[in-house]
């Protein structure tokens, strides 16, 4: 088992230039997570996903758009980057949502620089 | 809405020191505790989780963290650290099925 992939691991994007982020895996979890992290702020939530075909905003969608057409992929888009999208983003998908029953698995991440 | 402070960004602690890392925690109901370890140049990776019943919860690598509710605390311990430690760590609420974490906190082990 692979786990949770991210593609690719380092990317630097020019302001407005678009770029899809790809998470995969392969644990046939219903759940995946995309979170940004920035220093001193931890990781925040951009949006989820509760199974294949559905999604929903997190705590800081904006800028940001995700499909899930197939159950063990996550794409992250970014339409128009913008320098404060400048950020190491993490992947993670879950069995269910539960919080007590599972575990959130989170991938290597990505490190976007916007210039 | 709920929220985690980490009061302290860096740490240094000797190889074999004791260590604990603080963490406060904002939420209205019983709170879903977590304490996560993010090696370098890795993702995250749960270390242990509080529910409820004993406030003293073992989790991997030898870590342990006692929930306290009348300090809205969830302190992180481990007796003897090892370079192996050096990382950032995060504790988290949980509510629903999402996770809100702290800023982190980086842990320097020196020899």
């Known amino acids: 088992n692979a786990g949770v992939t991210q593609t690719p691991k380092f990317r630097v994007l020019k302001t407005g230039q678009s770029m899809t982020l790809l998470c995969a895996q392969d644990m046939n979890h219903e759940y995946m997570y995309w979170y940004r992290q920035d220093p001193g702020m931890g990781l925040r939530l951009i949006h989820y996903?509760?199974?294949?075909?559905?999604?929903a905003k997190g705590e800081v969608p904006d800028g940001y758009n995700v499909s899930r057409l197939k159950k063990q992929n996550f794409l992250l888009g970014l339409e128009s980057a913008a320098p404060s999208q400048t950020s190491v983003y993490f992947c993670?998908?879950?069995?269910?949502?539960?919080?007590?029953?599972?575990?959130?698995?989170f991938g290597p991440g990505t490190r976007l620089t916007v210039l | 809405a709920q929220s985690v402070t980490q009061p302290d960004i860096h740490i240094t602690v000797s190889e074999g020191a004791s260590l604990e890392l603080r963490c406060n925690y904002s939420?209205?109901?019983?709170?879903?505790l977590f304490w996560y370890v993010q090696s370098p140049g890795q993702g995250l990776q749960l270390l242990l989780k509080?529910?409820?019943?004993?406030?003293l919860v073992q989790g991997i690598k030898g870590f342990e963290a006692e929930f306290k509710r009348s300090q809205s605390s969830f302190n992180l311990r481990k007796p003897s650290v090892h370079w192996s430690d050096a990382a950032e760590y995060f504790c988290a609420v949980g509510a629903g099925n999402k996770l809100t974490f702290g800023g982190g906190t980086r842990v320097l082990v020196k020899p």
């Open positions: 993670a998908s879950s069995r269910q949502g539960s919080l007590i029953t599972d575990t959130q698995y």
């Open positions: 996903s509760v199974g294949e075909g559905t999604t």
């Open positions: 939420y209205g109901a019983t709170p879903y």
């Open positions: 509080y529910f409820s019943g004993d406030t």
